[in-house]
């Protein structure tokens, strides 16, 4: 199985998926500095790989307080807090790791040395954690597919694979379990514009585990749909509001949109975590706006004319009503009853 994020001689190993497919590279983390770094140029990117990376970065934040004052030892772990706070937005995953681990060090009572070595193993748990949650998701989804036909072709979007997750991953989760339970034909890939997740990193994990794949740009999708191409569409969230609204990368409320309008339907899969209770709605989640480059150029080549102005927004909204099922570690749930899913945890 592939590790996007590893704890390993009291250091953080990342895979560096900018530089994926070309170059297989591991990148070395020792400082809280350097994981808020790696999670703002999306060296690690995914809503629960940042989340897991996060809560490492708590624990190497923590490690380098030299004090034995407990209040300001707190005082000093709340701005490591800040500082991977403040890397990226819109994926809730991030807030709810260094959240527990901020409760964690609250909770723990002892020496500093104590609660540095209980903030390692809170980090190491969410990281487990993960990966069992994937491995739910993907049983949970294989259950959710349509049950007709027998093998189905998927289309997804970004990369929600084992690389976005600490492993296995959620919406190529169920991908990969029904390829391993034969239900599965084909993958379709969105590229996803602009930063390419899918032609990128989705084909290359699909390539590992000899899953069939056809990377399509984005704007293929709704003539791939209207050919019978596709049977469901699986995607994954970076932050869903109580009502079922959900946050994620650009591209997919359109990609909803067109499912609806073919009869085709429309999965998020996500972890509980990924579940905002405390917004209403998907009006209230803040979205990411990036650097205007990873629209205008691409390597070394510009790709427009000097003198125009860009919007670039990473996520957007789709409403709930344009979506069948959420799928949890703890079942798949209507987008207006996700209520059942934290009632029902189980893990
Ligand atoms: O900007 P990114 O690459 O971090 O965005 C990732 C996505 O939008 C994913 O679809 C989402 O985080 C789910 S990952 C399991």
Redesign the pocket.
């Known amino acids: 199985m592939l590790y996007s994020v590893v704890w390993k001689n009291n250091s953080v190993l990342l895979i560096d998926q900018t530089r994926l497919p070309n170059e297989y590279a591991v990148v070395e983390i020792h400082r809280s500095e350097d994981m808020a770094e790696a999670i703002r140029t999306?060296i690690v990117?995914?809503?629960?790989?940042?989340g897991v990376a996060a809560a490492y970065g708590m624990y190497l934040g923590a490690r380098e307080i030299e004090t034995s004052k407990r209040e300001e030892f707190l005082q000093q772990l709340e701005k490591v807090a800040q500082l991977l706070r403040s890397t990226?937005p819109t994926?809730v995953n991030l807030f709810w790791a260094i959240g527990r681990m901020m409760q964690t060090a609250y909770e723990t009572l002892g020496t500093i040395a104590e609660i540095q070595q209980t903030l390692l193993e809170t980090a190491q748990t969410i990281n487990a954690e993960d990966i069992q949650t994937c491995q739910a998701i993907g049983d949970h989804g294989l259950a959710a597919l349509p049950k007709t036909p027998e093998k189905l072709t998927i289309l997804t979007?970004?990369?929600?694979?084992a690389l976005?997750?600490a492993g296995y991953?959620?919406?190529?989760g169920v991908v990969r379990s029904a390829w391993r339970e034969g239900r599965l034909t084909r993958v379709f890939a969105d590229e996803t514009r602009p930063?390419l997740?899918g032609a990128k990193l989705t084909a290359w994990e699909c390539v590992q585990e000899g899953i069939p794949v056809t990377v399509i740009t984005d704007s293929m999708a709704a003539h791939c749909m209207k050919q019978g191409l596709i049977d469901a569409v699986i995607?994954?969230?970076?932050r869903i509001a109580a009502n079922g609204d959900t946050a994620?990368?650009i591209g997919?409320y359109s990609l909803a949109i067109v499912a609806q309008k073919h009869n085709i339907p429309f999965f998020v899969a996500?972890p509980v975590s990924?579940i905002d209770f405390t917004l209403a709605s998907g009006s209230l989640i803040p979205i990411?706006e990036r650097h205007p480059s990873e629209i205008y150029q691409i390597g070394d080549t510009l790709l427009t004319p000097s003198g125009v102005e860009f919007y670039n927004p990473?996520?957007d909204v789709t409403p709930a009503e344009l979506i069948t099922a959420i799928i949890t570690e703890n079942g798949a749930f209507a987008p207006g009853d996700l209520i059942k899913a934290q009632k029902n945890s189980v893990l």
């Open positions: 999306m990117r995914g809503a629960p790989a940042i990226r994926a979007h970004c990369n929600t694979g976005a997750t991953g959620t919406a190529l930063r997740q995607v994954g969230a970076d994620n990368k997919t996500a990924t990411e990473a996520f």
